[in-house]
């Protein structure tokens, strides 16, 4: 399973004024410093919960369709509150592309699942990258869009890193207080 991103958001869920107000820094020289620290800080929030706070267009790239799809009719996606379906391509042995989006349903929301409606089960034929689906995810497309709690998150790593100034703290376990507030929003699994 790949992720990749295909439309970037175009700001983060905290302005780097915002930051530096949270930070209480008042001067200039550290805004790229800053600007990095809420890219990485977000990435790593985004990553921990399987959520993406501000709104994207990503590519799920699986190999094929995970055990037990048949089945359940659905497939979870990774990534979440999920906003729109663009399209799902399966893959031939030959390389061949067919959209088979009309047979699946986004089940929007946080719950973040493609349910199939209809037609064949379409079964990829080559071994790796068989399947592609892309949709967009995120709360909004303004940072005011997204829960406070996870802007809050997002403004405590920064935080942790800044004063720390250790790229560890963006990238290791995360501070208590951050993680306490992710906990509602992590996917829990029965």
Sequence with gaps: MTITTLVAPAVEPVGLADAKEYLRIGYDSEDELVAGLIAGARSRIETAAGLALITRTLRLTLDGWSKGTLERREVRLPVRPAAELV???????????????????????????????SGVFPWPG????????????????????????????????????????????????????????????RRVRL
């Design 87 to 117: 399209a799902i391509r399966v893959f031939d042995v030959n390389d061949v592309a067919t959209e088979v989006t009309d047979q699946f349903i986004l089940d929007a929301g946080r719950s973040a699942r493609l349910v199939w409606t």
């Design 126 to 185: 080559r071994r790796a990258a068989g399947i592609e689906i892309d949709f967009t995810a995120g709360f909004g497309a303004d940072a005011d869009d997204v829960a406070e709690d996870l802007r809050l998150a997002v403004k405590r790593l920064v935080a942790h890193a800044y004063l720390a100034r250790d790229a560890g703290t963006l990238s290791g376990p995360l501070p208590e207080d951050v993680a306490g507030l992710l906990s509602p929003w």
